[in-house]
């Protein structure tokens, strides 16, 4: 953990996601005003995105760990020794920063406060695409920590910028996220009822990410192992 | 303060605004002449300035503090000690230099020099965005300087790039910049009358964020503080 | 060679082409779902691909060294003893890899898994922009790793990121990709009839490369050597 | 200078600057084939270039300094000391390999190799263009060696991507690309007439940026002026 005493990780944990669903909708309200070419909508949704996570994961990382998602902090439960009342302080500072951003978003728009939306984001394919995009967002957040932690914001940046266009689903990868965009009728919206699907993806995605990790990252165990294995080379 | 002598720091605050305004203008100007649609205008516009703020940012940094923005200025002022002369003469600096950039922005485009903008940006829900854009920024930069002093260059050029975006107003944030911008009738501009409401929601943001800042980033008081509070976790 | 026994960094040589694939197919898919215009379509291709290979190799090139690319490993085993064996193997996983990603990425998109593309890419100018593609990756990878090494993955993504659009063929520069690329009828395809002459440019690059690299690159032989040659500047 | 024989230098300022140019006018053809939105196709020359300029200026740096451009050529004989013989060694490689670059993209896109630009550019405006954005150029290049030479290659790639757009002109800001541009009739093209006004331009630009850093960037001459200069702030 970090030195911060937990009010202000807790703090961090809610501006950071706040601010994080208030550039996810946001972005998404003022692109589809803009355009109505739904692929440079999302192009502006991806850039505002990946160039605001760089930013939250670098600034608040050293306070909160910047985790912003319940299934990185569950990751983080089960690997590095966060405590359960602290993941589970986590994870509701998480959900309730995330409704606040979406709230932001609307009143910066002149948007009614509380929408649902009605947005359908559900079936095999979908889920199968946000498996696949939670997986890959909790394994490159492991092997960046392990190889070039400093990196791990640009990292993450990216990968969602990657990820907003090669899964089906547009990579939410993240519960807090979906349920304050589970409360917006706009360009970035998922019907309420679509996030159990969702949920239970992303965290199938975040511990098949933990057990690949698990294996492709450890330590070689010693030397003579090593040498064993490079004659099979 | 840098080792540099105000003469010096002055001409680097007036020269990096100036070429900051000339990008938003210049940039503005350009895609509305290229294209129709106002999304593509505005990713052009936001990919132009995040990419110059990186730059201006890193090259005269180390001369003036490349404030570039009287609010940063003020809150620089407020906790880093610069002095009030040299508080106004940055603002100063950073005016002229904005107005400067306009003027450049005109000549390279055959405009007439002088303008007013028509454009109509007030309201509750503009300043609220300015409010936002703007504690968001100097947000950033506190943590930046805290944290990771040599990558705030790319902080506040990436917060720019998304804050173009999720906030209604396309994230002004500068007193400066916004006098510079209501001296122009084209893509970038703002009403003249609608100045005041866009500064003082900007200095309003700013002292919210100085005023986070003071307590999320404090150092941790002492060690036992520490211990006491990570049981609770 | 990295420390990591073969079985993982063949793992990391198949789950890198895997989803390096998964992104330039599954993108190229939703972009042509979204817009009309093909321009913006491979400019979302573009940001995708380039973003996830900086992730890509920053977080597998400790495991494998990230080749993702049988024309890498090949020069790699010409200049820097992979041994034959691994060279085999190293292939295969890319191979097997990238046809994984095609899979994944039209089970995400609800697509037939099967595919065979009827996309033409072929004739002396496409092949000349392979070899183009080629050498330029392949002089890149060498280059940074002689004077850079831990700027490689911004180095390959953004060289990735020019060549999609310099040259003619969108620079596929990678065998196991373009294997992989055949087997989908979307955006990103490439008949399998036009494999063989993508194939052989992309190897005829990449050891043009390699010969000039072995020269370009190479140490300066004595100081005598130098000083003599300064006069002649 | 650099520790590597001039003709390795030369070599490395023909290559860098034929893949300068075949990414300019190759991106620019690409583009203008794909859209017929010109903001778009200006955007997709923009990225491209953008991105090669970082590539190349990294990999090549290091063997000859990476100028790939007359002006900075020059300004680095006047004020760093390249030898008469080698700056006009540099400059013949610069424009031979520009315009082998344009050829190469010719050859690429299946176009006539030689060719002769009717693109207008010319005018006060277009020269007052010319000369900001050299000036910014030379200006960025001094700044950034003076204070973190690491970060030069992204300086240069962030300015042009943002001077494409804030200059009226897209920033040719380049002579043996000018030139180079000059031999091809698409996009990216300049007709041979209007070299001479962008040519001066650019020396001018130059100069002036060379004037300003020698007064903007230079050390505090002794602890002493400095102290005096501090309570005048």
Known sequence: MTSFPLSRRLASEALGTAFL????????IMADRLTTDTALALLANTLATG???????????????????????LVFALRRGLT???????????????IAGTLLAHAMFELPLLQGSTTIRTGGAQWLAEVTATFGLIFVIF???????????????????????????????????????SLTNTFAGIRPVDLP?????EV????????LASWLLM??????????TEPAA
């Open 84 to 98: 359960l009342i602290s993941t589970l302080a986590y994870i509701a500072a998480q959900i309730l920063g995330g």
């Open 21 to 28: 669903v208030a550039t996810v909708v946001g972005s998404g």
């Open 51 to 73: 160039a605001v996570l760089v930013v939250l994961i670098t600034v608040l990382g050293p306070i909160s760990g910047a985790h912003f998602n319940p299934v990185v902090s």
């Open 204 to 211: 199938l995605g975040a511990l098949l990410a933990l057990m």
């Open 143 to 181: 092997a960046g920590l392990r190889f070039r932690s400093e990196a791990v914001p640009w990292l993450v940046g990216l990968y969602i910028t990657a990820a907003y266009w090669f899964t089906a689903s547009t990579s939410f990868a993240n519960p807090a996220v979906a349920i304050a965009r």
């Open 197 to 201: 699907g969702f949920i239970v993806a």
């Open 219 to 228: 330590e070689a165990r010693n030397p003579q192992t090593l040498t064993e």
